[in-house]
């Protein structure tokens, strides 16, 4: 036909499904809601559920709907196979697909972490987000290997309470912890590095996240494993590559609290996805001491703000 001009074929953007997630049998809940692409792979998802509730990824997990469990069976022993079907080639979409469906993490089968995912709703993409993104939440997730619901409980009973017979034990064992700390900031930054978001070539330059400036102390070595290691935007390396040396060979860095928020979630994801075991815990450590520097120098920052 002269002069037709057949009409481009537009992609349809993709839906997003908006799940709701808590740990189950644990008062006051600890909960996220997030937004996520419908295509996104359980194997994906398992990496998105670590980095929402900080656990550190080295136990094994599954997925339960229905009489149906999905896991990653290159971890499954031969010898002690069950029914699980492989998770790798199956979308969120495939599992959920009406608002009010819904699925069962499990995670450490010893401490049996049970995580409820709700599909809440399916939503059209704002072309200004970047998925997956966590909107909202409330407290800190568990540590690992704390012992389950039940262990975790005592846990958070011996740490508030300076007279119990296992407080020092439990102080000694990982520290200060806040169980009603919760920081988007540091979660969504985790997951963009876990889903290999990269800034936008045309985008302005990006300002350094707000909050007062936190001192931070870097010996040799966290400097360089923060430089070498660590892909995070330039506006939270830059005050680490700029950090002076002092008489001792430490390193003073001044950081924003906004920025160090930001810079302990992608030292978590980088973490998460390390290969080496002896990298993944010398990263996760950095993290935690990180963790500690901004409590005390900080004790009222806004990200710990739901906002």
């Known amino acids: 036909m002269i002069g037709y001009r057949p009409t481009p074929k537009t992609k349809r953007p993709r839906p997003v499904w908006q799940l709701h997630i808590r740990l189950d049998e644990i008062e006051p809940v600890i909960w996220r809601r997030i937004q996520i692409h419908s295509n996104v792979k359980l194997p994906r998802l398992h990496k998105i559920i670590q980095a929402l509730f900080n656990w550190e990824d080295y136990h094994?997990?599954?997925?339960?709907?229905?009489?149906?469990?999905?896991?990653?069976?290159?971890?499954?022993?031969p010898?002690?196979?069950?029914?699980?079907?492989?998770?790798?080639?199956?979308?969120?979409?495939?599992l959920l697909s009406e608002a009010g469906d819904s699925l069962l993490y499990r995670y450490d089968f010893g401490d049996n972490?049970?995580?409820?995912?709700?599909?809440e709703g399916i939503l059209v993409p704002d072309e200004d987000a970047c998925y997956p993104r966590c909107i909202?939440?409330?407290?800190?997730?568990?540590?690992?290997?704390?012992?389950?619901?039940?262990?975790?409980?005592?846990?958070?009973?011996?740490?508030?309470k300076p007279e119990h017979p296992r407080h020092e034990a439990m102080l000694e064992w990982r520290g200060v912890f806040e169980p009603e700390a919760f920081s988007l900031r540091r979660i969504n930054a985790a997951l963009r590095r876990i889903s290999g978001q990269r800034p936008i070539p045309d985008a302005p330059p990006a300002q350094p996240p707000p909050g007062p400036l936190v001192?931070?102390?870097?010996?040799?070595?966290?400097?360089?494993?923060?430089l070498k290691r660590v892909r995070a935007p330039r506006p939270l390396?830059?005050?680490?590559?700029?950090?002076?040396?002092t008489a001792g060979g430490a390193f003073s860095a001044r950081i924003?609290?906004?920025?160090l928020d930001e810079l302990i979630g992608y030292i978590t994801a980088?973490?998460?996805?390390?290969?080496?075991?002896?990298?993944?815990?010398t990263l996760f450590q950095l993290a935690c001491r990180l963790d500690g520097v901004l409590r005390a120098q900080a004790p009222k920052p806004p990200p710990f703000l739901i906002h």
């Open 270 to 281: 980088e973490a998460r996805l390390a290969r080496r075991e002896r990298l993944r815990m």
């Open 79 to 94: 010898d002690f196979a069950d029914d699980s079907l492989d998770e790798h080639d199956v979308n969120i979409g495939h």
């Open 237 to 245: 390396i830059e005050p680490v590559r700029a950090a002076p040396a």
């Open 215 to 226: 001192p931070v102390m870097l010996a040799q070595h966290e400097r360089d494993l923060i």
């Open 60 to 77: 094994l997990h599954e997925w339960v709907i229905g009489r149906r469990r999905f896991t990653d069976m290159s971890t499954v022993d």
């Open 113 to 119: 972490w049970r995580h409820v995912v709700l599909l």
């Open 256 to 259: 924003s609290a906004g920025g």
């Open 136 to 160: 909202a939440g409330a407290r800190n997730g568990p540590p690992e290997d704390c012992g389950g619901t039940r262990g975790y409980g005592d846990y958070v009973d011996a740490l508030a």
